[in-house]
């Protein structure tokens, strides 16, 4: 019996594969047909169920992952690989997640693709791309040693906000042949779903990078106030920013100004603290933070001429950094800088530093900048209250004790003399000595009260200075502090002063045949100045300087300096600055 002829279809004459053919050829066409049809009715369903899941899924790593699994199973893919691209500049691709490679087989394979070839094309035209045989194509560089056989492949851009993220690349369809131009329109819509899930993931996490940096700033604030001070503090701001940053290394930098910076603390690095005390400052760029009082970031630390070189870190090894200034606001409304905080990442985590927001570093670092001022003066007022405190005790103890001892005493010896000679004279006698040394006990307590926990305090270690060299000069040398001296004058300086003051004093005995010698200790304008004049016969054009020369080392270590000069009415004056900062 003769079979009908197919119908022609509305935009022409029937398939010439089907022209001729018997009854049960055509049948079998028409099921494989609705099996394709049911099929890709299934794989839209899948895809749909896929992009419900991958909305709810905000980690970015396991989303990824997700897609690239997803993007396989869809189109039958026995390999699918995702290539994130890169924002720093120093390779395409930051991010090459695969399936279908086993972790033997990568091994093998190598280093991962860095985007160029055929990955590299897609980069360059975001487009799908459909291909028989890779490597019939020109772009194609071949597949490296090791590497399993691929022939099919369909690759298809991600987009974020109309920008490309990355790459979906599949290859090798399991039921043989090539892949489809279906195959290709459900790969493009799971991209665009992709890229919506993609970019709620990446909001997510920002929103939770900016939370890590208030808590960062809070817990700043909160131990700053307490009992930690001094480098301490500076370490634990070192801390934290590195460890929400996620960057590899950072360090805080201090000084008085931008041309005396100095390094003080290193976090993400085992450096022995004597190593950092003598770290040396060639150039910085940490100094164009501090002058212009914005954040800086150095695309390249390890290959910038100006960049910091201390000799104890591997700056070489460092790719992208960002400085920020310690800024904050004084009592009197002045705008001052403590030091920079720098961040910075190797080359290999370069991209690391693209997904850091420069406002909230920068923010934190003004916060730590006041908590640092605020724990200062915490620490500050309660030495003076301490002082104060001690001197409220001594001045009782005079005033009051010692005085109604002072009278008890006058009253025993008054009757003493009454008393005449005898055993109650004896008695009275041993009570008049016994009231005199409570009272040199006590005077000695209130010395002592003044005195306590000042070792290293300046005030105190000046004035015994100056009082046992008024013994080898036969004269007291005035002596006059300006100033919060005792409270600004840390425990760092006070031995250089001390020194410089000591070898001031001895050449004045020695040489000068001065009649009058002044000692002044001023702090102003965040430096600490020591002057020491005399009218003695002056300084000799053949003097030997290895005094003077120690005072300038030692002025020098601290980022000052020392002057000596003739006074205005003759002898000598000598000038010793350091900064406080």
Same mark, same amino acid.
Request: proline letters at 2%.
């Given at each position: 019996m003769d079979v009908e002829p197919t119908p022609t279809r509305a935009d022409g004459d029937p398939p010439e594969e089907l022209a001729g053919a018997g009854f049960e050829e055509l049948l079998d066409e028409v099921l494989h047909r609705v099996r394709a049809a049911r099929d890709e009715q299934v794989r839209w369903r899948l895809l749909l169920d896929a992009v419900v899941t991958m909305a709810a899924d905000l980690s970015l790593d396991d989303?990824?992952?997700? @897609?690239?699994?997803? #993007? *396989? $199973?869809?189109? *039958?893919a026995r390999y699918a690989a995702l290539g994130v691209l890169s924002t720093s500049g120093q390779q395409r691709l930051r991010m090459f997640l695969t399936q279908g490679v086993g972790p033997e087989e990568a091994a093998a394979i190598g280093d991962l693709p860095s985007g160029h070839g055929l990955l590299g094309l897609i980069i360059d035209r975001p487009e799908p791309l459909r291909l028989h045989d890779i490597a019939e194509h020109p772009e194609s560089f071949g597949f490296p040693a090791n590497h399993p056989p691929m022939r099919s492949f369909l690759g298809v851009p991600i987009r974020t906000r109309d920008k490309v993220f990355g790459n979906l690349y599949l290859s090798e369809k399991e039921s043989g042949g090539d892949f489809t131009a279906e195959d290709e329109g459900i790969v493009v819509a799971l991209a665009a779903a992709a890229g919506v899930a993609i970019e709620n993931a990446r909001l997510y996490e920002e929103a939770d990078r900016r939370q890590r940096w208030l808590a960062a700033t809070a817990q700043i604030t909160t131990t700053l106030l307490g009992e930690v001070t001094g480098d301490e503090g500076l370490q634990l701001v070192a801390d934290l920013a590195r460890e929400v940053a996620g960057a590899d290394l950072a360090w805080i930098l201090t000084g008085p100004d931008a041309e005396r910076l100095r390094l003080r603390v290193v976090s993400g690095l085992e450096i022995d603290p004597d190593e950092i005390e003598s770290a040396t400052l060639e150039s910085s760029s940490a100094g164009t933070a501090v002058r212009t009082g914005a954040p800086l970031t150095v695309e390249d630390l390890g290959a910038e001429p100006q960049a910091t070189d201390f000799g104890v870190l591997p700056l070489r090894e460092l790719g992208p950094a960002m400085m920020f200034p310690l800024r904050d606001v004084d009592p009197t409304g002045r705008i001052g800088t403590e030091g920079v905080l720098t961040l910075a990442w190797t080359r290999a985590h370069a991209d690391a530093? %693209?997904?850091? %927001?420069?406002?909230?570093?920068? #923010? !934190?670092a003004?916060? #730590?900048?006041?908590? +640092?001022?605020?724990?200062? *003066?915490? =620490?500050e007022g309660r030495r003076l209250a301490v002082y104060e405190d001690r001197d409220r @005790? *001594?001045? %009782?103890?005079?005033? =009051?004790? @010692?005085?109604? +001892? !002072?009278? @008890?005493g006058l009253n025993l010896q008054g009757a003493l003399r009454r008393a005449g000679d005898g055993p109650l004279a004896t008695r009275l006698d041993e009570a008049i000595v016994e009231i005199d040394d409570t009272i040199r006990d006590i005077r000695r307590t209130i010395f002592e009260l003044g #005195?306590? $926990?000042r070792s290293g305090d300046v005030q105190t270690e000046v004035t015994q200075l100056v009082e046992r060299a008024a013994s080898a000069l036969k004269f007291r040398p005035t002596l006059a502090f300006e100033g919060a001296v005792r409270l600004r004058v840390g425990p760092a300086i006070v031995p250089d002063l001390v020194a410089?003051?000591?070898?001031a004093l001895s050449n004045t005995t020695r040489h000068a045949g001065a009649t009058q010698v002044s000692v002044l200790v001023r702090v102003a304008d965040d430096a600490a100045t020591l002057r020491v004049a005399d009218d003695g016969t002056g300084i000799p054009d053949d003097v030997a300087e290895s005094g003077l020369a120690n005072m300038r080392d030692r002025a020098a270590a601290h980022g000052g300096a020392c002057v000596v000069r003739a006074g205005e009415t003759g002898g000598t004056v000598v000038e010793w600055t350091v900064p406080l900062s």
């Open positions: 989303l990824l992952a997700r @897609i690239v699994r997803i #993007a *396989g $199973d869809l189109v *039958g530093a %693209d997904q850091v %927001d420069v406002a909230l570093p920068a #923010a !934190f003004e916060q #730590a900048a006041l908590a +640092l001022r605020m724990a200062r *003066g915490t =620490v @005790i *001594g001045r %009782d103890l005079h005033d =009051v004790v @010692i005085q109604r +001892l !002072f009278a @008890i #005195a306590m $926990d410089v003051l000591a070898e």
